[in-house]
């Protein structure tokens, strides 16, 4: 079983709808969690990042974190064309080691 | 903003070549990481270090080796590279606080 699971999709979406992309870990210990956008031959960079149950927000997007289902996700409100890229999702599995874990990442397409 | 630089953004190289990556942050981030992406396998870690001259193995440091002789700058080494060794290479930091991780735009190495 991988670590941290991802659908690869593609998953297209109409612009202006909501995405929804998923994520789960294997480690229930995990403490901090990661989402990170790579657009096409783009290094990553942060979108959010949550470390309590629950949702947090920051503009369009939402991350929800449920720690006993040991699953963690990303909505994106009012998607935009430029949404489209590959989302990540990365995982620290205890409080002290610096190491992400990091899933294959969802491929997200926003239809015009 | 946090800056992460890598010194190539593309790389040719032949098989058998020691090849060097360098990657520089001038944020004072006490640990460093190398990764390597590939299509259906995400992000790998190969190699970081938390120190100056200190360094730990990743989940793949096979064939590659490191250096850290100063804090803001973490080398990635290819001793005889190798054409299975074709890759993104992405060097990140981060301050340890958050765990939250800062990358370079990538460097795309092909070994001929």
Not at chain 1, 63 to 68: E, F, P, R, W
Not at chain 1, 87 to 104: I, M, P, Q, R, W
Not at chain 2, 32 to 57: A, C, H, N, T
């Amino acid at each position: 079983q991988k670590e941290v699971e991802q659908n690869s999709g593609p998953l297209s979406v109409p612009e202006g709808a909501i995405a929804s992309l998923n994520c789960t870990y294997s480690d229930r210990g995990s403490q901090s969690f990661f989402w990170y956008r790579q657009y096409s031959g783009k290094s990553p960079e942060l979108i959010m990042f949550i470390y309590s149950n629950g949702d947090k927000e920051d503009g369009r997007f939402t991350a929800q974190l449920n720690k006993a289902s040991q699953y963690v996700s990303l909505l994106i409100r009012d998607s935009q064309p430029s949404d489209s890229a590959t989302y990540l999702c990365a995982v620290v599995s205890n409080f002290g080691n610096e190491k992400l874990t990091f899933g294959t990442g969802t491929r997200l397409t926003i239809i015009p | 903003d946090v800056k992460v630089t890598q010194s190539s953004r593309y790389l040719v190289k032949r098989t058998g070549e020691k090849v060097f990556l360098e990657c520089v942050q001038d944020m004072d981030h006490e640990n460093m990481f190398w990764y390597r992406q590939d299509p259906g396998l995400g992000l790998r870690l190969i190699y970081f270090s938390y120190d100056v001259k200190m360094k730990e193995k990743g989940d793949i440091p096979e064939g590659y080796s490191v250096s850290r002789e100063k804090k803001e700058r973490f080398s990635l080494i290819l001793e005889s590279a190798s054409t299975n060794q074709t890759s993104m290479y992405l060097c990140a930091s981060n301050s340890g606080s958050k765990n939250i991780q800062y990358f370079g735009a990538g460097t795309r190495l092909s070994v001929l």
